[in-house]
DNA sequence: ACATGATTTGAACAGTGTCAAGATCAAGCC
DNA sequence: GGCTTGATCTTGACACTGTTCAAATCATGT
């Protein structure tokens, strides 16, 4: 887990009162703060100043290791998105040799993620409010992403060096936009319903994602 | 369309200077300015403050035609969802007799209507954003979704008096998520990629989707 | 003609992000 | 060692935001 953990060396817990003039561990427990933020209060519910007041700072010491509110949400969109490529590597590595299996594992992993971490994994694919431009970020969501081409590589037999054919991207995509939704569909409270299949997160990953993936789509044999 | 249209009666362009104390239209042109001011700034750009001052109004003036800022919103997914309903229903007669014709044209029109009208769409599901237990919005999402549970319905041979069983909860949600996720992943920019298929609207609209509507999920055959 | 109630305004309050100046300090250089 | 430099943090300010309250204005029914 890439959650920030506070080095007990110099810097001070949150809310003790700081002696020194100058914090120590400023930037690293900002971060920490604001993916508590966004935990307790959603995404858009984050607050620059408030993540300061959590850890004793004034509301302007986080422009010096941050450009903006932005800049910091960018920060907890990286650590969250490095989290995220591992456990995909790790479903992929579950699902062994069969591609659909490989598929399967990662559908699972995925969801499951983002209803464990749900403010990290909004936050990961809300464009508006961090720096997708972020050169960092662009390696680490280009290397999640790679895991799921990979597997639909094995899927379709594409070899590495030729480009995926339109039926291969056609099958990414709506393998891809299959977990996704499900995702949204559950943060908007559209999979509660018993009536429906749906429930409590639990139902919603124990019962109804099992039937859903069933529905996961097979490549087209020629 | 149901974008609200002005009456030619005795409301004031939005700009012109109003000369009487009243304003005699406010509360729909409240809703149209709002629509208006997400359309070109997107649903977190939205402020109460910008939607008064463009129907030359004060701040506090609002407040006693909606609750508050969400009150005001929930009007506007309001809308959105009526339309979005009609935009389903009339794809669903286009499908004819055959299910599976009437889930694709469905799932072309979800996408089409959210792409289209994405300031719309991503307001209807942000559920933050606006009243989701409203007596009408309830009834008008009810609405649509109904639409689509009618065609899984015929595709599952599931009668209009026996409730869903557990493979067609799992097709309705599967195809459900496809649509919606592709939607999203289109708002984050993860389909405009030419290398991956994807491109600007038209592309993601002409050729990704189709491309991609080929997996929709089939039902299973006992 | 008048009173009642619905609209709208103006001013205020508590929040927000961000910026410019100044205060404080760590660390390297003489 | 003492000094300077640059990094870090605070203070105070500005322009915003949503919401509330009392007062102003007016439409409408009596």
Redesign the pocket.
Known sequence: MNSVKIKPDRQQAAKSV?K????????RQLIAAAEQVIVERGVDG????????RV??????????F?????LLTEVALLGFRDFGAALAAADKRGGQDPMRRLYEQGIAYVQFALRFPARFQLMFRVDKHDHTNAEFVRVSQEAYCILENAIRAATGTPSDRPLGPDGQGLLVAVWSMVHGYCHLAFGGELNNPARGGGNTDVILESLLPLTLKYLPLPIKK
């Open positions: 700081r020194t003039y100058h914090h120590g561990d400023l930037r984050f607050t620059l100043r408030e993540a300061a007041r004793g700072v004034s509301p302007a010491a986080p422009s010096h290791h450009k903006d509110a932005k800049g």
